[in-house]
Each structure stands twice: as structure tokens, then as C-alpha cells.
């Protein structure tokens, strides 16, 4: 299963302090049947309101040798309301 999430971290003392925080972003991939996790990435691409993609559910769809997510990271109250952004990425199968 492919999975995506987001957490708040502080932020260092030069970037606003402990209080401060920033959304790490990062997808990985869980053996259903062990329930552990067998791949994980970092992804951090943001909206232009500055929430990091995986922030909400996304679609990946395979095609071929091309991935495509479709994310939508706001929740509309942003002033763009709710963006969709695509990525697209070529990939080479496993040998």
C-alpha cells in the first residue's frame, strides 16, 4: 500500500524559532501483511498557500513506465481555494 503524510517540525532559531514550525512531507510504501514499512521518501513540493503536497489523500496512477500523482494539499479557506497539482515522474522497472 502506498501511503503519503505530513508533520509539523520546528523550525530552526535563524528560520523563526521553536515556535515556528514547517510541514515535512513524505510518502511510503507498507507490506500489508507485515505492516512494515519497505520504502519511504521524502516529498517536498508545496502549494503556492505553503502546504506540502502529500498534506491530503492523493491518486498515483501508473502508465506504462510513468507515474502520475494528482494531489490537492489546501483545504479551500487558502487564497487560491483548493489547488490540484500533477506530478509526473518516468520511472525504469526493477530487474
Avoid at 52 to 78: C, H
Amino acid at each position: 500500500m502506498l501511503c503519503g503524510g505530513v508533520t509539523n517540525l520546528p523550525q530552526t532559531p535563524s528560520a523563526g524559532g521553536t515556535s515556528a514550525t514547517y510541514e515535512l512531507g513524505g510518502m511510503a510504501m507498507i507490506d500489508l501483511k507485515s505492516h512494515e514499512v519497505t520504502r519511504e521518501v521524502p516529498f517536498q513540493k508545496w502549494s503556492t498557500a505553503g502546504h506540502v503536497a502529500t498534506r491530503n489523500p492523493f491518486k498515483m496512477t501508473a502508465d506504462g513506465n510513468q507515474l502520475t500523482m494528482k494531489v490537492a494539499p489546501d483545504n479551500g479557506e487558502e487564497g487560491n481555494g483548493t489547488e490540484i497539482l500533477t506530478y509526473e515522474a518516468d520511472v525504469t522497472p526493477a530487474k
